[in-house]
Structure formats: structure tokens, C-alpha cells
């Protein structure tokens, strides 16, 4: 970090980075409400702080012909509630998921989380360390 970062960070509180992410976030919903269009794409009820905007892609953009130009096209980008995007059901959907995807069950022993909460499978990180070994052996 340059130093004047390291300044700015004191000063806020937080990670300078993630300070400027809120206010671009806070900024957008802002105007987004200004002109009304604060309704959210996937139940049409109203948006109605930022905590619970969230923007989305109306058509997949990793699945369409050009990734590239899909995520950034304008039209295809639109305002749901954090609860009702597409991509953070996904997240809840994960959340359900009792085994890994080799078949391990997330038990209480066998599941590490990481800081961002996401799951990971004990047994299947024991055999990558252990065929890790094997290779340097
Ligand atoms: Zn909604
Ligand atoms: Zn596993």
C-alpha cells in the first residue's frame, strides 16, 4: 500500500478498497432511487436501503456467446434484492448441500469454513495434501 493509502485507511476506519466499493455502491442506489427505478427484477417489490441492493445480470453473462461484452452490457444489467439474486440463491442453495462434491459429508468434523463462511471438506483437503506429498517424496 502506498502511504497515502495507509493514511486514508486510518482515517476511515477500513480498507480504503472497500471503502470506495460502499460509496460507489451507496452512490449508485442513490440515483438508482432518484429515478425510480429502485424495483427489484425478480419479486417487483420496492428496493428500499442499500444493504439489500444488489445488481444482477438479467441472462447469464458466462454463458452467453461473448462473457465479455454480456457482463458489461448495460441492458443486461438490472436491480434485485440481495435475497432474491440469482447468484446469492445460489449461495443459499450451497448452503443446503450436506455432502462434498466427492461424496464426503459435511460433518461437524469434517467441514473448515473460511473467513468469507464458505465450506470446505476436511477429508477431501487431507488427500490433495497427501498426493502432494507423495509427489515430492
Ligand atoms: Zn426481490
Ligand atoms: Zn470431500
Redesign the pocket.
Known sequence: MRPSDIRATELLGQNLGNASVKLYRQMLFHFVQQAAQNT?Y????A?ENVEEFSLEHKESWQSAADPTASYFDLYNITF??L??NAYAGGAAKNAAKTHCPQGHEYTVENTYRYRNNWRYCRTCKLERERAKTAIAA
Open positions: 427489484c425478480r419479486c417487483d417489490e428496493i434485485s434484492h435475497r432474491c
